[in-house]
């Protein structure tokens, strides 16, 4: 089935996942042609190319099937927890209970761009007063008005502090429509100060203990919450049990991105690159499966790796992503343009790093959730972004500006200025809607005259 | 009042700003230093952060007006919005002000959650003693507290409205300020009176262009059973003409006074102000005894039950309007935000399903664009229909 790696369309995907079922090819459970999802009205697959490896077929299928798994464990007598905003902390202690399984409803901002706005969910949103001034996150209300996209959760929790207003917000009317909500807090990351215990976080960042402590008690309360969910208790070894499984959920993408963002030719596209990483954040509602997924995938980019095959000309830009995009086809339209990724940093680089075992679990959840680059300052995340393009040997950033996101309005603005102070590299800023159809071709230019601007600076 | 507010700044030292109703002006003038709070105007053409897509018009004209004052010595900036929280690095990285980020949780039911609250307090007061202030004793905070002429303090109302025009009317008109007082510069290469009288011009000659917070003028401060300050009219005025209208929110700058002459034109009448810069965000009373055995405690719980759409759950801020809507009489609200305003933009629909009044909303992209004679003709068939 080894083949010379090439982007393919969904309908070559069931044409080919036809002749390997006539083979015999085992699948998983979940598994089967891609193109069922489009009779389900993710539409936008029809648009979107595909790595045509096995791996890339199991993932984009464990992808998709989230709902079903989330409604099989219902069934099976699991409790269901949904971890908002909240991008690697609490589904790490979830999943420490057997009984329980988390997942991130705010994934429903991605339901827009895959059912091509069809869903009905941001016409719902646009009824409850969260207009297209809102991130597309908004999705999330009307996926809970309907519940056709995911079961509502037994619990609901959500980080608040230090985080988008948009979401706090539309959360907050969700609470007001009745579903109770699990807050907790997460202060603004500071540095320390003259005299005051400070903490390395993973990452690089560091905190003052104090807020270590701070948000080490948050998180005990939502122990509690979780316990009384399980009804039984979760210790700190049933929690360095949880920790250890979410390591090598992060050891496996630490090696992907190392391969993706390095090895020439590029072993794997940037979008299943972008589905690899989302998984870190909340397992995809199913941790072993998730890491499983990940192993075959990381097994196929070293297979590539080590025959020399992959994707793009050498003269590929080497760009650095900064944000996700709301529309997926914008990870292919890079790399039509000539660009691909050495770099990324979406959100939640906290969730891809090792979490320390050497402190008590508690505790080094409250480090990662201190890690993470949006509770901190914009600065600090420029910080970190300039380390990895450092490390990556990008040759240009694209800021991936999010509709109505209240952290877009000026981050870039502050990325922009230290990468091209430090680093003195071009930097492109764009938005990104759920649905870029209608702009492909102003996009297309822009994203042309970056790898062109690059270009022309080798040359020089 | 004027008087009283220059004689508390008469021996001035150092001026700190801020304008979130979370900074509590006891604890920066216990510290013998001078809290200002700024209301923008905004400026125009001075310029730190420029208009951008998606930043809120309030976070950033406050930003603006910060980074164009002269004789200001320090700024506070609180993390109770993002865009707040974000302005916050632009402003440290352009400015060379020195600035602090103040950590006010979004959550309050904890008993964590308070504590840091009042740890980040005693962080602020390391931060005004490196400033230059003197490290407060509880003599001197107590003294604060009950200072009824404290911009901050919440005994009158108007007397906060008072502290906030001589802060933001200082560039506006020095000559009205004696002369040892600190001054801030006129920035602008057009002066504000300029804006103002602009938008007088656009408003016609019917309109008064009058200090920010002359609707309350006539107000009496109460306490509300829950200890809350309370907005009411006086007799007299609550049975005056006009329809009795709410004004519900976020902060207003100044020039948003003319949303307050607009109502007042067309036949309504002020009887609560629930923005941010009106009652809503003040402090209840402080308790005497508690404060008597420890103020600084006494002021972080007092100012950390500000109700406001960013707490979570803001639970708070309906039972405070429901209290002092109904103790108002107003018979609708016009409930106004800025444009990316996420957090009270959210709380529209909301509050419409929920109060059982009129709601007319008004967004604002703060910038003296939006359309004066719309904003009057909506404010005018508001209230025609409440007639």
């Known amino acids: ?460 | 009042m004027l008087s009283s507010v220059v004689s508390y700044m008469a021996e001035p030292e150092k001026i700190i700003v801020y304008t979130c109703p979370y900074v509590p002006a006891e604890w920066i003038a216990a510290h013998g230093l001078t809290p200002r709070r700024l209301i923008p105007l905004p400026v125009a053409g001075a310029v730190t952060i420029p208009r951008m897509e998606g930043l809120c018009p309030y976070a950033r004209a406050f930003v603006n007006d910060v980074a164009a004052c002269e004789n200001v010595d320090g700024v506070i900036i609180t993390t109770l919005c993002d865009q707040m929280r974000r302005v916050f690095d632009l402003l440290v990285r352009r400015a060379r002000l020195p600035a602090f980020l103040l950590n006010v949780p979004s959550t309050w039911q904890t008993v964590a959650a308070q504590r840091l609250y009042l740890d980040e307090l005693k962080r602020l007061s390391r931060f005004l003693v490196r400033l230059g202030g003197r490290a407060p004793d509880r003599d001197e905070l107590a003294r604060a507290m009950l200072d009824p002429d404290l911009p901050g303090e919440s005994g009158s109302e108007f007397r906060l409205q008072a502290g906030v025009r001589s802060t933001a009317f200082t560039r506006v008109k020095p000559s009205d300020l004696p002369s040892s007082l600190p001054r801030l510069r006129n920035v602008e290469p057009a002066a504000p009176e300029d804006s103002l009288a602009r938008l007088k011009a656009e408003l016609g000659p019917q309109t008064r262009t009058k200090a920010f917070g002359d609707p309350l003028r006539t107000h009496e401060t109460n306490r509300t059973a829950t200890g809350r300050p309370s907005t009411r009219l006086g007799r007299t005025e609550s049975h005056g003409v006009g329809v009795p209208i709410a004004v519900v929110g976020g902060p207003l700058m100044q020039r948003d006074q003319v949303l307050f002459d607009i109502i007042r034109d067309c036949g309504g009448q002020i009887v609560l102000d629930a923005t941010e810069t009106g009652a809503r965000g003040r402090h209840g009373p402080f308790d005497r005894r508690r404060l008597a055995d420890d103020p600084l405690l006494e002021l972080a719980q007092t100012y950390f039950r500000i109700p406001d759409a960013g707490r979570r759950p803001n639970s708070e801020l309906y039972e405070w309007l429901q209290e002092e809507l109904h103790r108002s009489g107003a018979r609708g609200i016009l409930f106004h935000h800025y444009v990316w305003c996420d957090k009270w933009r959210a709380e529209l629909a909301r509050l419409k399903e929920w109060v059982g009044l009129a709601v007319l909303g008004l967004d604002s992209d703060g910038n003296g664009e939006m359309s004066l004679a719309r904003l009057r003709s909506r404010v005018r068939a508001f209230l025609e229909m409440l007639e």
């Open chain 1, 1 to 460: 089935m080894s083949e010379a790696p090439r982007q393919i369309t969904l309908r070559e995907w069931d044409r080919r996942y036809e002749r390997w079922q006539a083979a015999g090819v085992p699948q998983p459970a979940y598994g089967g042609p891609l193109g069922r999802h489009v009779a389900d009205g993710d539409t936008r697959l029809l648009k979107l190319r595909f790595d045509n490896s096995p791996a890339a077929l199991r993932l984009w299928n464990f992808l998709l099937t989230e709902e079903d798994r989330l409604r099989a464990a219902r069934a099976g007598g699991k409790r269901l927890v949904g971890t908002m905003k909240d991008l690697g902390t609490v589904p790490v202690m979830a999943y420490s209970l057997d009984n329980l399984v988390a997942f991130y409803p705010d994934g429903a901002w991605w339901i827009p761009c895959v059912m091509e706005v069809n869903s009905g969910l941001l016409q719902i949103a646009d009824s409850l007063g969260i207009d297209e001034s809102f991130c597309p996150v908004r999705a999330m209300l009307g996926a809970f008005v309907t519940e056709a996209h995911f079961p509502i959760p037994d619990l609901l929790t959500c980080s608040v502090g230090a985080t988008c207003d948009d979401f706090s917000a539309i959360a907050q009317r969700l609470n007001g429509l009745g579903h109770p909500i699990l807050w907790w807090e997460i202060p603004h990351r500071r540095a320390p100060e003259e005299g005051e215990e400070a903490v390395l976080l993973p990452g690089g960042f560091s905190a003052p203990k104090s807020q270590i402590e701070f948000v080490k008690s948050e998180l005990q309360r939502v122990r509690f919450a979780l316990e009384d969910l399980a009804g039984r208790s979760l210790d700190d070894e049933m929690l360095a049990r949880g920790i250890a499984q979410a390591n090598e959920v992060r050891r496996l993408l630490a090696q992907l991105q190392h391969l993706a963002f390095t090895a020439a030719p590029c072993p794997m596209p940037a979008l299943e690159m972008l589905i690899a990483e989302m998984l870190a954040i909340h397992f995809c509602s199913d941790r072993a499966e998730t890491i499983a997924v990940l192993r075959e995938l990381l097994e196929e980019v070293n297979r590539r790796v080590a025959a020399g095959t992959g994707y793009f000309p050498a003269d590929a830009v080497r760009i650095f992503w900064v944000n996700p995009v709301a529309d997926l086809r914008v990870m292919n339209l890079l790399e039509d343009c000539g660009g691909r990724i050495c770099g990324t940093e979406y959100l939640f680089t906290h969730a891809l790093d090792p979490i320390p075992v050497d402190v008590p679990p508690l505790e080094t959840l409250a480090q990662m959730a201190l890690a993470d680059p949006m509770v901190g300052s914009a600065i600090d995340r420029a910080t970190r972004i300039i380390a990895e393009i450092c490390r990556f040997g990008a040759e240009a950033v694209i800021v991936s500006r999010i509709p109505g996101a209240s952290h877009c309005a000026l981050e870039g603005e502050i990325i922009a200025e230290m990468v091209r102070e430090e680093c003195g590299l071009p930097v492109l800023e764009i938005e990104v809607p759920p649905l870029t159809d209608a702009m492909a071709p102003a996009l297309r230019t822009r994203l042309e005259a970056l790898v062109e601007t690059v270009r022309d600076r080798r040359s020089r």
